[in-house]
């Protein structure tokens, strides 16, 4: 079955140009052809798709996700989610023209990220953190999904059993950060009390305890009294008591955490492959380290959301200065920030980063509130609205730029040139999130903005 859009935009996902009123062409899940235009009422013999008023793009590769298979749960291996759950996360992808994604959560296998491929019509591609220091990590963290597999495999086992990648490397949940903020704390201020609080008022808490760096010298007694009684938690703890919760669930992973980071990177360096690293206020001392330790090594280390929320906007930028100096990649995540606004309430990061030319080389989305984040593809109108970027500037970003900095994520793919794969998206030209085809190798796989039965295997 031959396949042709047509009077589209086409955005080939490479270059600086876009083909206006453009037609494409797909044969036997290729893409064949990409030609300037096609007249109406020309013959061919296949299924003909007016996209007038569409563009047309590469299908989007996500590098930064989690929960898209059935393994453990994020860096601190928490339970995996219900099948329902890790397939629904895989729908929004989807449903979002995302036809890539690389499920961060290392602790999965390859056999959970194969069984995800083939039941899901995205391409699910996995990382490995299975690694001393990351497992103890974990464990110390919540540890609930890891399973004996986990113990016995390695990041040699695993990178020769087909994952792409070394990553994510430290977490929210590990490293004292959003993580904590969502889900450990809070459950253990419940356990302990009965009271539920708010991230807004965890983070609050943890911060007059450990600081934005993690750091037991930075507890400030004020501070911590004025956010138990915002909390109502005044009543339920003294301040010793309250600190100690805090400090109890955050730092037995941090220091095996950071350890694991620097124990990821110099796995990546030894295998030659790429890592992920996560980048917030409490690991910006450990990245510098490494930056200059690795510098000029040829290693392609990808400092992941840049700019998270957790430095001021001016220290994100000044790591991301050094990372560019220094040859570390860098990604920005859309998060929550754009629509959603629940768990990230500022894009003053994001807007600094990105419209400082090369400062930010890919975009993912990370992983919202019960993976409520923003769709990747509305990131990439964001950045072409704001002028970031051109639009074939702002499309690479999560297509032809992650290919190129992760080679075995999307081999053939990321790009619409002749013989790569048919991975294609058609959206509304003035409201990306309108997704009304996506094919992948060359199969719709979503119609006029719903799921088809290809979509699930």
């Known amino acids: 079955m031959s396949t042709l859009i047509r009077g589209g935009t086409v955005v080939p996902g490479v270059g600086d140009s876009v083909v206006e009123a453009g037609a494409l062409v797909i044969r036997q899940g290729r893409v064949a052809e990409i030609l300037n235009r096609w007249e109406a009422g020309q013959d061919f013999d296949g299924e003909v798709i007016d996209a007038s ?10 590098n930064h996700t989690h929960g898209v298979t059935p393994g453990a749960l994020f860096p601190s291996a928490a339970h995996a989610l219900p099948a ?5 996360n895989l729908d929004r992808h989807l449903l979002a023209g995302t036809t890539t994604v690389l499920n961060l959560c290392g602790f999965a296998s390859m ?20 690694l001393p220091h990351c497992l103890e990590a974990a464990s110390r963290a919540d540890g609930q999904g890891l399973t004996p597999e986990a113990y016995d495999l390695t990041v040699a086992q695993m990178l020769d059993d087909g994952a792409v990648a ?5 977490g929210g949940q590990t490293l004292g950060g959003g993580g904590q903020d969502l889900v450990y704390i809070p459950e253990a201020i ?12 965890a983070r609050r808490i943890k911060e007059a305890v450990l600081g934005r760096f993690i750091d037991v010298g930075a507890f400030d007694v004020q501070a911590l009294a004025e956010a138990a009684h915002a909390a109502g938690l005044a ?22 955490a950071i350890e694991g980071i620097r124990e990821g990177v110099r796995a990546a360096a030894a295998f030659g492959v790429p890592a992920i690293v996560h980048s917030a206020s409490a690991t910006a001392s450990v990245l510098r380290e490494l930056m200059f330790e690795f510098e000029g090594s040829g290693t392609t280390v990808i400092a992941a959301h840049a700019n998270h929320p957790s430095h001021t906007p001016d220290e994100a930028r000044e790591l991301a200065v050094l990372g560019r100096k220094t040859g570390w990649p860098a990604e ?17 990061h994001w807007d600094l980063l990105l419209c400082e030319p090369e400062l930010i080389s890919v975009i993912g989305t990370d992983y919202g509130h019960d993976g409520d984040h923003d769709e990747l593809i509305a990131a990439v109108q964001d950045i072409v609205a704001r002028g970031h970027r051109s639009l074939a500037g702002a499309v690479a970003m999560a297509t032809s730029r992650v290919a190129d900095l992760i080679p075995r994520i999307a081999p053939k793919s990321g790009r619409l040139e002749a013989g790569c794969a048919a991975d294609v998206v058609v959206a509304r030209a003035d409201d990306f999130r309108d997704v009304r085809m996506v094919f992948v190798d ?3 796989v979503v119609r006029d903005g719903k799921l088809t039965t290809a979509a699930h295997r």
């Open 235 to 256: 009543e339920a703890f003294t301040a010793t008591q309250l600190a100690k919760l805090v400090t109890d669930s955050v730092l037995p992973s941090f220091n095996p």
């Open 332 to 348: 920005a995540s859309v998060f929550d920030l754009l629509h959603r606004k629940r768990t990230v309430t500022t894009r003053e």
């Open 84 to 88: 329902d759950r890790w397939m629904g």
């Open 111 to 130: 056999d959970d990220v194969r069984e995800a491929d083939r039941r899901h019509a995205v391409h699910v591609k996995g990382a490995t953190t299975h």
């Open 190 to 201: 419940r356990k302990a009390s009965g009271i539920r609080i708010s991230i807004d008022q």
């Open 166 to 170: 070394i990553g994510e490397l430290g």
């Open 442 to 444: 060359g199969v719709a």
């Open 53 to 62: 008023g569409c563009i047309v793009l590469p299908g989007l590769i996500n």
